[in-house]
C-alpha cells in the first residue's frame, strides 16, 4: 500500500486529495512564491496529525502544516512536495476559563471568531492581524502575527501559555502550563512561536485572555510634515499616554485612498490614527491631550471620535489601502518582498523618508504605512507583474531597503515571518544566531521533514525570487492573455488573500481551496 492510501485510512478517504487540480490550487500565497504538494489531508485530532508524522517520518516526506494560507512570505508553500497538513477543519474551543483568564483552543479556530466568542463574556485575545476575520490561531502563534493593537498589548507570543505539538516522528509533547507564572526549564513554548511549522506541528494552543476594555476612542490626525507627525507620536507616546493603536500613512498611500478620504491629499505628507482604550475619563483626558500635542506640531487637521460608525469612517482609508494598491496601473499588483521592517519607533519618520527615496533613485513604487505605535513599517513595492524589467528593478531597490532597516538597528521582519521572502537576508541580521537555529532545527527534525527549504535552515544560498510564482509569466506572457490583456490585468490583481472564503458558498460546503476564488486564480 503506498502512503497516500494509508493517510486515507487515517483520516478517511474524504479527506486526501491527490488530484492535480487540488494540489495546484493549494500552491500559492500572498508571496511572490509558489510550492505544490503532492497530497492534501484534512486532519482534525492530535492523533491523526501523530499518525500522519509517523509515516512522513519513516518514508521521509515533507509536511506543511497549514491553517488559512494567508502567509505573506511563502511560509506555508510546499516547495519540496509531499504533504500539506490542512489544520483549518481542527477548530473547536475546548474550554474558556473564565475566572484563570485562559482558553484551550484547537489550531484551526479562526481569531475573528474567537474575540465574538469572548465579547459576550466581556473577554478578548488581544493580536488582531489585518487577516484577523480568517487567520487561525495555530498560524498565528508559528509567524507571532499582532496588529495594530501590538503597540499596547503585544504579539500573539505574548498571550500562549502553553502547546500540544506533534513532533518530527510522531511524538506528542505538551509545553507550559495554565498557571500564571512559570521558571521551569527552556521555554520551550516560545521556541515553537514563529518557527513556521519547521519544528513541530500544534494541535492545541493555551492562550491568555485580558478582560475587554470599557471605552475606546479614534482620533485622526493630517500632517503637511512627515517629521512634524513622527515628533508628535514621539511626544504622545512619551508623555504616558498609553496609546492602544496607531497608524502611519505616507503620501504615496494617501494618493492610493485619495478617493476613499474625499479630499486632495497633495498637501498631506502623513496621516495618523491614533486609538486609546480604557476607563472612560482616562480616555477622554488622554484625547484631549493627544490633539494639544499634534496642534503644537502644526497639525493641519486633528479630529476624534468614540461613535462606532464614525470610527469605522476614520479607519476606512487604512482599510482600504491593501486592497486598492492592486489597482494602481492596469497588471501592477503589490509585492511583498520588502514590506515588513521593524525600526524603533522613533525612527520611522527617516525610514520612511529613505524609502521614498530609493523609490526615486530606482524608479519604483513603495507605498508606505504601519503601525507607528511599534515601530513596524510595511514599505510596499506595487509593480508590473509581467515585466521582467520591473522584477530586476526592484532587486536593488530591496538590497537597500535591507539595508536602511540595519542601520536603523531593526528588524527584517516584525510580523510576516521569514519563510522564503527573508531567507536571503536572515543571516544579515541573525549572524551567528542562524547556525544556533539550525542545531535546533537539526535536533528536532533530523530528516528534515517539516517544511523543509524555509527560513534558510537548510541553505545558505537563497535569492528573493527562488520558486517565483510569475516565472511561468515572464517566459509565456501570451499565456495569460487568453481572455485579452483586460481580463488578464483583472485575474493579476488578485493578491491571493483568501478574503473570499468567508463568503464563497461552494467553500463553506466543501471545504476546497479550489472551491474557492483564490484557488480558482491560482489554477
Ligand atoms: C490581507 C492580509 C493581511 C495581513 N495582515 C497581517 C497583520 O496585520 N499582522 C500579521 O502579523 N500578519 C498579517 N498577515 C499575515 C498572516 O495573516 C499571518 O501570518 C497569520 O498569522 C497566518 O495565519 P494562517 O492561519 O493563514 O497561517 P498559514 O498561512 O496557513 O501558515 C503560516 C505559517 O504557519 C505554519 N503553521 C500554520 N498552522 C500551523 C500549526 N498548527 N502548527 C505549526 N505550524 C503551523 C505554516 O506552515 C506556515 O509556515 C496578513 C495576511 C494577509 C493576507
Ligand atoms: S479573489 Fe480572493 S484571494 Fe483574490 S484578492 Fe479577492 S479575496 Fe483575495
Known sequence: ??????????????????????????????????????????????????????IAYRDKIPVIPRGTGTSVTGA????????????????????????????????????????KILEKDGLMFPPNPGSEAIATIGGMVSTNASGHRA?????????????????????????????????????LTRLFSAAEGTLGIITEVI???????EYGALALAIFGDLNAAGDAVTEVTTSGIKLAGCEIMDKFSLKVVEEVLQRDVSKIEALLIM?????????VRDMNRIEEICRRYEVQEFQWSDDPVKREEMMKARGGLVPTLSRIKP???????????????????????????????????????????????????????RSREEWEKLRPAVEELVKTAMEMKGTLSAEHG??????????????????????????????????????ALDEDKADIYDYFAFQPLLENPEGARSLGEEADNEVLACI????????????????????????????
Not at 78 to 97: A, C, K, Q, S, T
Not at 160 to 181: C, H, R, W
Request: glycine content about 10%; overall charge neutral.
Open 275 to 283: 486609538e486609546a482604550d480604557g476607563p472612560k475619563e482616562v480616555v
Open 331 to 385: 497588471g501592477n499588483r503589490l509585492v511583498p518582498i520588502a514590506e515588513d521592517f521593524g525600526v524603533p519607533s522613533t525612527k520611522i519618520p527617516e525610514t520612511i523618508r529613505k524609502a521614498q527615496a530609493i523609490a526615486e533613485k530606482y524608479g519604483v513604487i513603495i507605498a508606505t504605512f504601519g503601525h507607528v505605535g511599534d515601530g513596524n513599517v510595511h514599505t510596499t513595492f506595487v509593480s508590473d507583474v
Open 496 to 523: 491571493h488573500c483568501g478574503f473570499c472564503r468567508l463568503g464563497c458558498p461552494t467553500f463553506s460546503v466543501t471545504h476546497r481551496e479550489s472551491r474557492n476564488a483564490r484557488g480558482r486564480n491560482a489554477l
Open 1 to 54: 500500500m503506498g502512503y497516500v492510501e494509508e493517510l486515507r485510512e487515517i483520516v478517511g478517504p474524504e479527506n486526501v486529495f491527490d488530484d492535480r487540480v487540488e494540489c495546484l490550487a493549494y500552491s500559492r500565497d500572498m508571496s511572490v512564491h509558489q510550492g505544490i504538494p503532492d497530497v492534501v489531508v484534512f486532519a482534525r485530532t492530535t492523533e491523526q496529525v501523530s499518525a500522519i508524522m509517523k
Open 207 to 213: 492562550v491568555k485572555l485580558e478582560p475587554k476594555p
Open 76 to 115: 506555508v508553500l510546499p516547495i519540496r512536495g509531499g504533504i500539506v497538513l490542512d489544520l483549518h477543519l481542527m477548530n473547536n474551543i475546548l474550554e474558556i476559563n473564565k475566572k484563570d483568564f485562559y482558553a484551550r483552543l484547537e489550531p484551526g479556530v479562526v481569531c475573528m471568531q474567537l474575540n
Open 418 to 455: 521569514t519563510g522564503l521572502t527573508r531567507a536571503p537576508h536572515i543571516g544579515l541580521q541573525l549572524g551567528p544566531a542562524l547556525e544556533i537555529m539550525r542545531k535546533v532545527k537539526k535536533a528536532l527534525d533530523p530528516e528534515n521533514i517539516l517544511n523543509p527549504g524555509k527560513m
Open 151 to 187: 503597540v499596547k498589548y503585544g504579539t500573539t507570543r505574548d498571550y500562549i501559555k502553553g502547546l500540544t505539538v506533534v513532533l518530527a516522528d510522531g511524538s506528542i509533547v505538551q509545553t507550559g502550563t495554565i498557571a500564571p507564572k512559570s521558571s521551569l526549564g527552556y521555554d
